[in-house]
Each structure stands twice: as structure tokens, then as C-alpha cells.
């Protein structure tokens, strides 16, 4: 586990990479996450996470104050992940303003779940989606979403696979 230090002595980063986290642990994680007052990013890459302790640290990312920019790459995520972050967004719509799922979900109809709920971003300025899997209506809906995004700078959607 990693973190940036910023020149005011602040957590700023927390990484997390290349770990196996279990349940207990991911839980344990998801508790502290909310008291890191200064903490602004959070990153889990290359990890071992079942989809269920995902969900659990997306609901530490949610309840602190500070966090706006998640990375979550290269961790094969599923419906709960997919779920929980959807249901947080429409709880929270100002809360994200950096998204970075790379090469982290599983199934095109979960990245669809996600892409209906794309218009209720209201602060996200840089989304990657990259390397994940899409089906011809998550691009139609990921389309309108980039025409009709007043906020969105940023987007990377490199070596995406579209199923028909």
C-alpha cells in the first residue's frame, strides 16, 4: 500500500496494488477510507478483489468527505461493484469528478449498467473506460453522454471490445 504525501504533510493518494484483499479486510479498509480527511484519490490496481469486497470500498470512497477521483484498474469487477457504484452516483452525483474503471469490469451489460447512469455525473471531467468490454448500446448511450456532457474533458476509451 502506497500514498502520496503532498508538501503540507497532507495524504492526498492512497494506492492500493497488487494485493489480495478478502472480505475482512476490504471491510476493514472501507472504515478507515472515510476518516483520511485529506485524502483526495484513491487507486486499486492489479489487485485480487471479489466483487463484493469492491462494493465495500466503493462505500468508504462515498462517505469521505475529500475523495473525487477513483481508480479502479485491471480488477475484473462484476454486478455488485457495478451496483453499488451506480446507486452511490445517484446518491452523490457531485462526488466524482475523476472515474477510471481501465480494463476492471467483467461483462459488457455490466459497463451498460453503468453508461444509463452516465448523465448523472454532474462534475466528472475525465472518465476511462478503456480496455473493457461494450455492447452496441453502451455505445450508443456512452455516445450521447460525450455530446451532452458540459463537464467531460477527458476520455479514453482505447482497445474496448464491442460485442453485437
Known sequence: MNYIISGDNK?????????????????????????????????????????????????????????????????FLRASFCKTLTDMIKAQPEKITSLNLMGSIASSDHVEHLCINLEKFKQLVSINFSGNNFNVNCCRIFGNFMMSSYTLRDIDIAHCRISY
Do not use: W
Not at 496494488?17 to 483520511?36: G, R, V, W, Y
Not at 480527511?37 to 470500498?57: G, K, R, T, W
Open 11 to 75: 495524504i492526498r493518494k492512497l494506492s492500493v496494488k497488487n494485493f489480495t484483499l478478502d472480505e475482512s479486510q476490504a471491510k476493514a479498509l472501507a472504515c478507515i477510507i472515510p476518516f483520511i480527511v485529506d485524502i483526495e484519490e484513491m487507486e486499486f490496481s492489479n489487485n485480487q478483489l471479489m466483487d463484493h469486497c469492491s462494493a465495500v470500498l466503493v462505500l468508504g470512497f462515498f462517505q469521505n468527505p475529500s475523495l473525487h477521483k477513483m481508480t479502479i484498474t485491471y480488477n
